[in-house]
């Protein structure tokens, strides 16, 4: 018996180091460093403040579909910091309090349509899934770009 | 063994909390908040309007004819440019008269429509002389739309009643000129006079000094030039993204640069830098046309070039209009002036009262190619060499970098080999052309550009476009008193020319077509003789 707790200890451990995935498919505690490539930072936010020094793109992950918000400072040619929001194309899903009723889930949702980058969070009872409820976060960086 | 149980149960469980928790208290959710769909203030370009009066005298077979002749005097005389339209017809006239009759209704065309409407005509004097009448007449013109005018004042039967059907026919003549400038502009037939060129100082390419060249002409975008340097680094250039252009833009330029650069026997060509623009007084043609028939129109002063500004100006914009119209009947046309740094959009609908000129604007335009002459003059005004130039040198491929394929030369038979590092006869690139949605593919200030929010391409008139002509002096034996032309030829002059080129080597008896006007019969009897098939791919042009 102490022997299979054991190599469930171990199995668990192993895991985590590995692969955090392995327990939830929730990509917030991702444990990985993140390879941000500047070419995939497509979208700016509807709203430039051109004198600000912090510029603000929302860029794709290496894998094409993590989408953080980066902050960076052009002059420094530094990234300053930088938020996941969601998976493009996907669902994030964030356990409400009771853990049980899954209609108490939050669910982040994230598309691209028409080159225009949208948002739209809900719990998971009252969503509906239709463009007309998401918020436009970002627009394509160069509308002449296929 | 129960103990042992909770405790194991204990150790499997806490793990599992602490995994959870961070899950729990992590939500970092976007606040909505945040997004609001802000727009951005953007400056207004206005243009002031006029009513002038002016005192003229038009000549006609009937009064009315003699009436209308007077109310187009007086958009002439309004304009002011009639001096510069004879200069027109001089200077084009020399083109072997071919097309000297076009140029007169050119130049007809371009008095009759100018900026405005007839707003009143008072007859001050009728005279007959050999059966022609000579009416004085105070014409008011405006800028404004006539119709409400007319139908203000028609209850005025004894006075008014002759006065509108001038009036009328003026306005319809205007409309169908409309319709003729739409479709010069949007065809790129090369048939009007809008747009010139103007060529720069000629230099040996050996000493011809690119940055000096660049620093003159984009006086407006000096940061440019900086892509010329030996030192230049793309990636520091543009780290997160380029300003002024794009890199796509910028590679192109820097190919291009390099290209000219490697050109072998430089002792032996000469560079003359050339610019294509649009004419102020067309610029306000265009711009009035545009505005009376867009749904709406909106200018972006882009001083400081900053393409994210124009691309969120843009966005603002088509979202703005895209809620109020139907996406397959939508057109936006963007102006971008160069000199004067500011771009201006319209948004044009297809709805039948306001928008009869050009409906062809509401599907894909077949736009043609339009082609240069080239023509080397001695000192005593004979012709020593013509040539087509088809095409400028935009792509680096094989197909693209044969003089066979980019030029046309009159009176020889070129046989030159597809070599980016020659010039046998001459070449033409286009160059310093920083803007990403201007594509210099042919020597037309008029593109199409891509959105994918709009059913139809989104199109693009430049103000000006930049070029350089390289030119192999041994080939075409040039002196130092000969005259370099380059003028815009129309498609229909083009074939011409290149019927009359072929035709000129056959046998007399062979030829069975003397020229007339009738460009349909010349398009059938080309087809038929199936003698310029191998130039037809570049006629044919390209559609959006």
């Known amino acids: ?146 | 063994m129960s103990s042992l149980g909770k405790k194991c149960k204990s150790r499997i469980i806490f793990p599992l909390i602490f995994f959870l928790i961070p899950n729990f208290f992590s939500q970092s959710i976007y606040s909505k908040d945040n997004f609001q769909n802000q727009k951005s203030p953007l400056k207004e370009i206005k243009l002031n309007k006029k009513i002038i009066s002016s005192e003229n005298i038009g000549i006609g077979k009937t009064i009315q004819e003699a009436k209308l002749d007077a109310a187009l005097n007086a958009i002439t005389s309004v304009v002011g440019t009639y001096l510069d339209i004879k200069k027109e017809i001089n200077i084009n006239s020399s083109v072997n008269n071919i097309g000297v009759q076009r140029i007169k209704n050119i130049s007809q065309n371009y008095l009759e429509f100018n900026r405005g409407n007839i707003l009143s005509i008072d007859v001050l004097s009728v005279d007959q002389k050999n059966n022609l009448f000579y009416v004085k007449a105070l014409v008011r013109v405006i800028e404004e739309n006539i119709q409400e005018y007319v139908d203000e004042f028609s209850f005025e039967k004894r006075k008014i009643n002759l006065d509108i059907k001038t009036i009328r026919d003026t306005n319809k003549k205007l409309n169908n000129n409309i319709t003729y400038l739409m479709e010069d502009l949007f065809q790129r037939k090369n048939s009007t006079n809008y747009k010139y060129i103007k060529l720069g100082k000629e230099n040996f390419l050996e000493s011809f000094n690119y940055q000096s060249y660049c620093k003159e002409n984009l006086k407006n975008a000096i940061g440019f030039c900086e892509i010329f340097k030996q030192d230049f680094i793309l990636n520091d250039f543009c780290w997160l993204e380029c300003e002024i252009s794009d890199r796509e833009m910028i590679k192109k330029e820097i190919k291009t640069y390099n290209i000219i650069n490697d050109l072998k026997n430089k002792k032996d060509l000469i560079i003359i830098p050339f610019k294509i623009s649009i004419r102020n007084d067309y610029k306000e043609i265009y711009d009035n046309v545009l505005d009376s028939i867009s749904l709406d129109s909106k200018a972006f002063k882009n001083e400081k070039i900053n393409l994210l500004n124009f691309n969120n100006y843009i966005s603002n914009f088509v979202e703005d209009n895209n809620s109020k119209s139907y996406r397959k009947d939508s057109r936006l046309v963007i102006f971008n002036d160069i000199h004067n740094q500011y771009i201006k959009s319209y948004f044009i609908n297809n709805k039948k009262e306001r928008n009869n000129y050009y409906p062809d604007l509401f599907s894909e335009i077949k736009f043609k190619t339009p082609n240069l002459l080239f023509e080397i003059k001695d000192q005593f005004g004979k012709t020593k060499t013509r040539a087509l130039i088809l095409k400028p040198h935009f792509k680096f491929n094989t197909k693209y970098i044969c003089e066979n394929n980019l030029i046309y030369l009159l009176n020889k038979n070129p046989n030159t080999k597809c070599n980016n590092q020659e010039v046998k006869y001459l070449k033409v690139f286009p160059t310093l052309n920083h803007f990403p949605i201007s594509k210099t593919i042919d020597f037309s200030l008029l593109n199409n550009t891509y959105y994918q929010e709009l059913e139809l391409a989104p199109i693009v008139i430049n103000s000006e476009e930049n070029f350089v002509l390289i030119l192999n002096i041994n080939e075409f034996n040039l002196n130092m008193e000969d005259t370099i032309s380059l003028k815009f030829i129309s498609l229909e002059d083009s074939y011409k020319i290149i019927y009359e080129n072929e035709n000129s080597q056959l046998d007399f008896d062979q030829r069975d077509l003397k020229f007339g006007n009738d460009i349909e019969e010349l398009k059938i009897n080309l087809k038929r003789e199936n003698f310029i098939n191998k130039f037809l791919n570049f006629f044919k042009g390209e559609s959006q």
């Open chain 1, 1 to 146: 018996m102490i022997k299979i707790y054991k190599f469930i200890k171990f199995i668990f451990i192993y895991s985590f180091l590995i692969n955090i995935q392995f327990f939830s498919y929730d990509r917030n505690l991702k444990a990985q460093e993140i390879i941000l490539n500047l070419d995939s930072c497509n979208w700016i936010p509807i709203k430039i403040n051109s004198k600000s020094k912090q510029t603000i793109r929302f860029c794709l992950a290496n894998n094409q579909k993590d989408l953080y918000e980066v902050k960076f400072n052009i002059k420094n040619k530094k990234i300053i910091s930088k938020r996941f929001i969601g998976l493009l194309n996907g669902t994030m899903v964030y356990k409400g309090n009771n853990l049980i009723d899954q209609n108490q889930d939050t669910l982040i949702k994230l598309k691209r349509n028409n080159g225009k980058l949208f948002f739209y969070k809900c719990k998971r009872v009252d969503c509906y899934d239709n463009l007309s409820n998401y918020k436009i976060i970002g627009i394509k960086k160069y509308f002449w770009k296929i």
